[in-house]
């Protein structure tokens, strides 16, 4: 998770603990149900941190897919 985090710039660095549970309560509300229509979904979310991070810092198009 530290590749990902270490990936944008930071007044200051969350440690990787922090950053993680960031980007996981991010997804979590996805897979929670809504308060205010009370809908719900079967969307779920893996964690897969040991992936490589890809990105293009300067905009543009990603081909990598990610």
Known sequence: MSAYR????WNLL????DFTN???GAFDVWSSVDPVSG???DLSFVS???S???GIL?????????
């Open 6 to 9: 270490d990936f944008f710039s």
């Open 14 to 17: 969350p440690s990787e603990q």
């Open 22 to 24: 960031a980007v996981q």
């Open 39 to 41: 809908l719900d979904s």
């Open 48 to 50: 897969y941190f040991s």
């Open 52 to 54: 490589n991070v890809q």
């Open 58 to 66: 300067a905009g543009g198009s990603n081909i990598v897919g990610a």
